[in-house]
């Protein structure tokens, strides 16, 4: 079982930043891929960033590609997501997500593990 916490939601205007955190805990390995999702009122959750904990590769939905930042801190096993540059349209509940293997997955059905997610709200 792995635990994730999501922190660092917030309300912000277009434009500014915020750097969202997710705390792992239990059984966290190098073989584990971390993910963020996002779900906004009345759509589906949709895939924003995933990183390998291993060789630190990451991917990114093309939305947010040159805004949004993956990054892990392998001594508090945690992983970041900085997003600079935001829109209103970023506004959702973001969730931190984890799974066993080296494939980084944007499909959520292929994760195995969810936080309870952190809140962010975008203004123009």
């Known amino acids: 079982q792995v635990q994730l916490v999501e922190s660092g939601g917030g309300l912000v205007q277009a434009g500014g930043s915020l750097r969202l955190s997710c705390a792992a805990s239990g059984r966290t390995d190098n073989n584990n891929v971390m993910g963020w999702f996002r779900q906004a009122p009345g759509k589906e959750r949709e895939f924003v960033a995933a990183?390998?904990?291993?060789?630190?590769?990451?991917r990114y939905a093309d939305s947010v590609k040159g805004r949004f930042t993956i990054s892990r801190d392998g001594a508090k096993n945690t992983v970041y997501l900085q997003m600079n540059s935001l829109k209103p349209e970023d506004t959702a509940l973001y969730y931190c997500a984890a799974r066993y293997g080296t494939i980084l997955h944007s499909l959520d059905e292929r994760y195995d593990y969810w936080g309870q997610g952190t809140q962010v709200t975008v203004t123009s």
């Open positions: 990183h390998t904990w291993k060789s630190g590769n990451t």
